[in-house]
């Protein structure tokens, strides 16, 4: 029987955690769990740069607004970063991230535009991912970027550049396609032969770009 009661004392690797400085508790987190600087910058939404000082501690103090999604990032909470609790000492046992329960706005297609509102379908999902809304993907038309039938993808209101994957929608109808401006013309550019791309020329109001695609969720394969 394995007890989840109290125990003895911690032991040395456990006081050594406790006595970590902030800025070494989050570069030890992030080895631990085999994340780059970069990944940790683009899912809190900072600098590269950023990070190294918050690890280096050349900042005085962590903006207290990216507390909460860097806890979600390393798998931890906030009072452990900032050093009030220990991890477990046996690095095996890893908190489960905090989640939050997504609302599906509708289905955007990887093939032919499609026009299908969500029924109020939600899915949970780390709640540090930084999104605007999420659809779920119909079609086969961006398997060559890994995205693929039943795929759910979180989409951000954010600057579109191109090649960037996307969500646009056409007459009401959603696509996710890889999106190319030319000086008169938007180019919807799928990821599989199979398809051709879709060319918007002239005007294009009856077109808006929803929002780049930022996170993906989907089955291992």
């Known amino acids: ?4 009661g109290t125990g003895g004392a911690a032991g040395p690797q456990s006081e050594r955690m406790i006595f970590m400085t902030i800025g070494k508790r989050i570069k030890t987190r992030r080895q631990e769990l085999g994340l780059s600087v970069n990944e940790v910058a683009s899912r809190i939404g900072v600098s590269p740069a950023s990070v190294y000082r918050y690890e280096n501690e050349s900042v005085s103090n962590l903006p207290a607004p990216l507390l909460k999604p860097l806890a ?4 931890t909470t906030v009072s ?3 050093g009030e609790v220990d991890l477990p000492a046996d690095r095996n046992i890893r908190p489960v991230p905090q989640m939050k329960e997504w609302e599906i706005l509708g289905d955007t297609a990887c093939g032919d535009p499609i026009a299908r509102e969500g029924d109020g379908e939600t899915i949970q999902a780390p709640a540090w991912i930084q999104a605007d809304c999420v659809f779920r993907c119909v079609g086969d038309s961006m398997i060559g970027a890994r995205i693929y039938d039943k795929d759910v993808v979180f989409v951000k209101k954010d600057d579109v550049n191109n090649g960037d994957i996307a969500v646009v929608r056409i007459d009401g109808e959603y696509s996710l396609k890889r999106v190319y401006r030319g000086p008169d013309y938007l180019e919807l550019r799928p990821e599989n032969p199979s398809y051709s791309p879709i ?3 002239g005007e294009q109001a009856n077109c808006e770009i929803v929002g780049k695609a930022v996170y993906l969720l989907g089955r291992v394969r």
């Open 72 to 75: 979600g990032v390393l798998q």
């Open 199 to 201: 060319i918007i020329r």
């Open 80 to 82: 452990w970063i900032i």
């Open 1 to 4: 029987m394995h007890a989840c």
